[in-house]
């Protein structure tokens, strides 16, 4: 038997003070820093990126000064070997060679170290990253969280940190390489000739102001591929958990379009971003090219009027190549650091979002143990951006009690247990628990003495044991068992073939709804709350088990304070007290028998159980 959903023909005025204007935004925060803010402010989160650089950065020189090892020794081997002037110098060249060779290992092994030293800080610093934004998510409160979809926000913590560890890993070392490579290639080059110096570099100014131009639109074309993929994780982490829903409405076609439209708007966000960091490629390649042209015909100039030696020549070639290649190079890591950037910029975004529902923490007030007085104190609600849902409650419930809460959909009922149970505040008035403002209250004796059971229970893919034990670890399997037992549910744990082994799978699909119901009554009787609050399911369930829920909701809310959204008669028959929410506010209040003989809403609610259970 279930609540018939009648259609509300009005709503509770907007009024001042409770209104779209004045409730807290909860989306997440969209940072706007600058490119170096974030990179600063990423940094400084997980210090695990810069502990250690120093002597990383050792490594670094010696396996970058390594790299003019080779041109080097050429020159030396040219000009001092080959063509010494008493003829071929064996002995030198082999010592060059040797010395060479020598300092290559050197390099190699330097490089090696550095790497390894900058993946171990790396994934350090990710690590702390990514538990930090975890933690925040859970933080922030329900309606912060609904503000993005949900693949979307876990894509902050997953995706778009995988994007900063392949800068990291990758462009973060080129970096610093090839930063060092650029300076000790121009140190060198200068040495030899400055005047073919000069030239590389007026040669590649262009490429880099190109290079910094582009930086502004990579920018923001990567912030929105990481915005797109984002949805598109959203979607379709979305339409995998509904399968069920859009195979029993037959709407495949319609969803698959969806998910081809998030699909596409990610790759069409991505190829314009990846052709916008392509186009400095060829242009790097053409401006070597002609640097190569200019250097080789402005050198032999030089070498005839005798102030540049052959082998100072070759090894400057050799020194270009050194030059290159990082400049070459700056566009990729460029388009790796504002992938990052903008990855950076969306998890900053998640850990800039101060929770609208603080916990007082250690300063907070401990609520004594026993069944629980309840008071909302004229309180009244608004959804963020929308209008009034509950208007100036006003209720008194003693410490013991069971009350139903009951009214047509969408009357706030739903509302009301969420700010009983403090998931959000009341835009005015307060709530108190035995006489204590909740926001003064400390999570953890909050959540230790209130418990909420939904109307669909979150089961995850385990056995029924450890679903039942979920907030309470340590609970054997023995006081699970007497826990079920004192809920009248013994025979239903005895028929069940694994028992408390039982694997419930997915969501707990592997269970029928009545089970899945039957699981989180037991839950939350090993929790032992002092204050019950219930959404009861709507689902229909075989006779059987409906028995089996009232018995185990009879038992558990015996000796407890408890709030229940009633949407079966017999709940509402059960309660010490019903209240009637009509349209925001407390219509009505009573016993079962006294309401429904007084001609209001909840008369026309019992006719419509009474009709719809015939
Ligand atoms: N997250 C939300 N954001 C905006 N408006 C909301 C939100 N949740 C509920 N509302 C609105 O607040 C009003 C009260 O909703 P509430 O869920 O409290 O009603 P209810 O009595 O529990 O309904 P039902 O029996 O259908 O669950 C409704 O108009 C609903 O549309």
Redesign the pocket.
Same mark, same amino acid.
């Given at each position: 038997m279930s &609540?018939p &959903?009648r259609t509300?023909n009005s709503?509770a005025d907007t009024s001042p003070g409770v209104d779209a204007d004045t409730a807290a935004s909860p989306a997440l925060h969209r940072s706007t820093d600058s490119a170096w803010d974030t990179l600063r402010r990423g940094f400084a989160l997980s210090p695990e990126f810069t502990r250690g650089l120093a002597l990383t950065a050792v490594f670094a020189v010696v396996a970058t000064v390594g790299k003019v090892v080779v041109p080097l020794a050429v020159q030396q081997i040219i000009d001092n070997g080959l063509l010494a002037e008493g003829g071929i110098d064996i002995g030198f060249v082999t010592g060059t060679v040797v010395l060479c060779a020598t300092l290559v290992v050197l390099t190699a092994v330097s490089s090696y170290v550095m790497n390894a030293r900058l993946y171990r800080s790396t994934e350090g610093g990710l690590a702390t990253l990514r538990r930090k934004a975890f933690r925040h998510v859970h933080d922030l409160s329900v309606?912060t969280q609904?503000s993005e979809r949900k693949g979307a926000l876990v894509s902050r913590v997953t995706s778009d940190v995988d994007q900063i560890s392949t800068f990291m890993q990758w462009g973060g070392i080129l970096l610093v390489v090839s930063t060092g490579q650029l300076a000790i290639a121009t140190v060198l080059m200068a040495v030899y000739s400055w005047q073919l110096t000069l030239l590389v570099w007026v040669c590649f100014l262009p490429l880099l102001f190109g290079v910094r131009w582009l930086q502004k639109l990579l920018s923001r074309a990567y912030l929105l591929v990481r915005e797109r993929t984002g949805e598109m994780l959203g979607v379709v982490s979305e339409t995998v958990v509904g399968a069920a829903v859009i195979r029993a409405h037959g709407t495949e076609e319609r969803t698959a379009e969806r998910v081809d439209e998030s699909v596409l708007a990610t790759r069409t966000a991505q190829v314009r971003a990846q052709r916008l960091s392509m186009a400095v490629s060829p242009f790097a390649e053409v401006v070597s090219a002609f640097t190569y042209a200019v250097v080789v015909v402005v050198g032999v100039w030089l070498g005839v009027t005798g102030s540049l030696t052959a082998g100072q020549l070759v090894a400057f070639l050799f020194l270009i190549n050194l030059f290159i290649a990082p400049m070459t190079m700056a566009t990729e890591i460029f388009n790796e650091a504002q992938n990052a950037i903008a990855g950076w910029r969306r998890v900053l975004g998640v850990l800039d979002t101060v929770p609208d529902i603080a916990d007082p923490g250690s300063s907070g007030r401990t609520l004594p143990r026993g069944p629980v007085s309840i008071r909302f104190d004229h309180v009244s609600y608004a959804?963020?951006?929308?209008?009034r849902?509950?208007d100036d409650i006003d209720v008194e419930i003693a410490p013991g009690r069971r009350v139903a809460v009951v009214?047509?959909?969408?009357?706030?009922?739903?509302?009301?247990v969420?700010l009983l149970t403090r998931l959000m505040d009341p835009a005015e008035g307060r709530v108190l628990l035995d006489g204590t403002d909740l926001r003064e209250v400390a999570f953890s004796s909050l959540r230790s003495r209130v418990v909420m059971v939904p109307q669909e229970g979150f089961l995850f893919d385990s056995t029924l044991g450890d679903n039942i034990r979920f907030a309470r670890p340590e609970v054997t399997d023995e006081q699970i068992g007497a826990a079920i037992v004192d809920l009248g549910l013994g025979d239903w744990l005895a028929g069940l073939p694994h028992g408390l082994d039982t694997p419930v799978g997915q969501r707990g699909e592997s269970l029928s709804a009545g089970e899945r119901q039957l699981v989180a009554l037991v839950r939350a009787a090993i929790a032992g709350p002092d204050l019950l609050v219930l959404?009861e399911a709507t689902s229909a369930v075989d006779p059987a088990t409906e028995v089996r829920i009232q018995r185990a909701l009879d038992r558990l809310t015996r000796g407890r304070t408890s709030v229940a959204?009633a949407?079966r008669l017999s709940t509402a028959e059960a309660a010490d007290e019903v209240l009637v929410?009509d349209d925001?506010r407390i219509a009505q209040r009573g016993t079962h028998a006294e309401l429904v003989g007084q001609p209001g809403v909840y008369a026309d609610l019992h006719a419509s159980w009474v009709r719809s259970s015939a």
């Open positions: &609540a &959903a509300r709503r309606l609904n959804y963020p951006g929308g209008p849902v509950l009214g047509e959909t969408g009357s706030g009922k739903t509302t009301f969420k959404d959204i949407h929410f925001g």
